[in-house]
């Protein structure tokens, strides 16, 4: 993916600088024959536009300018979307030509060239979505998270557009959004299987945890645990904590919550006293190995700690997401500043659980198929924070622990240009994971 920074300072979205709490993804054509990103700068780049999106996708290279930060409210869709979701448009074919409505005509006959440059820009979409996604956390497949402008309007969120989708049926291409989906999560290596919850079930919360309406949670919370109280689609309600001593009563997204391992229950509403849980009764999700839950060492926190950096003082980092610590994004707002590197650490240790996560996982499923070593351990953890659960998915299905050492050296590049900071980083997560 190369994600090319554009932003277009003087629009008013820009200069408003208004803040949204990003909770989906929204893809849009532009509706006219133009397959350069760059000529449609100058237009949105005034004082004069009345909309703006967060990027666009040229549809010859498919590399994507990024026109607003992120998380700055956009006037993409005409409704209620603008202020819930981040808009993409695709540039389209230069042989295409529009007549009325979304109707058009196309100068390729075969159509092959024009479903080229839709399925390239296609292809750019899929890697920015899956970024955003594991930016802002999103499950690509959740409910409303991705939509096209046309779903936008039947949701009732966006004008009435019919766009991408009318790109798929007139040039014939057999392709959904469903497809467009399907391939964010396969790109992220997320899937919609999950341990199921139901009222009564006590769960801890993930590092990262955030309240159902975006609102930063106290530690106190996240390091409890607690009694669901009732579930309506992806919320549920929090009431008491095991000890009886405090009660919330708060949304929470059940993607954030894990139930306790040995399947214990209480009864909504019963008093639960005194009773203790210790860490030990409790696993995350589909991160048990067969014999025990994998976790980073000191040696690999500081594996990790040396490549990402120490930053104390909060900043944006280039998605536009606000960072400090060693890359930590949680609820970070600006000005926030960290006393010292090993605050940071307890954060970056936190954030390691996830990614730790993710390799338990792909020993729980199978796609590591010999037991690892704590160093081999630790060296997919830091492989994993640096790339994402599916790369680290690609590298270890079906191979043997010498060919994962071997293939780790390939994914020292970013924008298709090899980094000698990636490429020593790969060196030494895969001495690391040979020690």
Request: charged share 25%; aromatic share 8%.
């Amino acid at each position: 993916m190369k994600l090319i920074e554009s932003f277009v300072k003087t629009n008013p979205c820009y200069t408003r600088g208004k803040k949204m709490i990003v909770r989906g993804l929204m893809l849009h054509s532009v509706g006219c024959s133009q397959p350069s990103a760059r000529k449609f700068m100058p237009r949105f780049d005034s004082t004069e536009a009345k909309v703006c999106v967060h990027a666009f996708i040229d549809a010859e290279t498919g590399e994507i300018y990024q026109t607003l930060p992120w998380e700055y409210k956009a006037w993409h869709c005409g409704g209620s979307g603008n202020g819930t979701h981040i808009g993409v448009e695709m540039c389209e074919p230069c042989c295409i030509a529009y007549g009325a409505g979304m109707h058009f005509t196309c100068a390729d006959e075969a159509r092959e060239g024009a479903g080229e440059s839709v399925r390239r820009t296609l292809h750019a979409a899929v890697e920015l979505f899956a970024f955003l996604c594991r930016q802002y956390g999103l499950d690509p497949l959740g409910d409303g998270v991705i939509v096209s402008h046309k779903e936008g309007h039947d949701r009732g969120i966006a004008s009435g557009h019919g766009d991408p989708e009318h790109l798929f049926r007139q040039l014939q291409m057999d392709y959904t959004m469903d497809d467009f989906r399907k391939a964010v999560a396969a790109a992220l290596g997320e899937t919609k299987e999950e341990t199921e919850k139901e009222v009564g079930d006590i769960v801890i919360l993930s590092a990262d945890a955030v309240y159902y309406s975006g609102k930063a949670m106290p530690d106190w919370v996240k390091n409890d645990r607690w009694v669901i109280r009732s579930i309506t689609d992806d919320r549920a309600v929090l009431g008491k904590n095991v000890s009886g001593s405090h009660e919330i009563n708060s949304p929470v997204n059940l993607k954030y919550l894990t139930v306790c391992s040995d399947g214990e229950k209480m009864t909504n509403g019963s008093e639960m006293g005194d009773k203790k849980l210790h860490a030990a009764e409790f696993v995350p999700a589909g991160s048990i190995s067969e014999n025990r839950e994998g976790h980073v060492s000191d040696r690999g926190v500081e594996l990790i700690a040396r490549y990402e950096g120490c930053r104390l003082e909060a900043y944006k980092c280039p998605a536009g997401v606000w960072t400090i610590g060693y890359g930590h994004t949680a609820g970070v707002q600006p000005g926030q500043t960290l006393p010292s590197k090993e605050a940071a650490k307890v954060l970056l240790k936190e954030d390691l659980r996830k990614y730790g996560g993710y390799v338990n996982e792909c020993v729980n499923k199978g796609h590591i198929t010999f037991p690892l070593t704590q160093n081999q351990f630790d060296a997919l953890t830091s492989f994993c924070y640096n790339c994402g659960n599916g790369a680290l998915q690609k590298l270890v299905s079906g191979r043997d622990a010498s060919v994962i050492a071997d293939k780790l050296l390939l994914y020292n590049k970013a924008g298709g240009r090899e980094f000698a900071g990636l490429t020593k980083r790969r060196e030494d997560e895969r001495a690391l994971f040979l020690t």
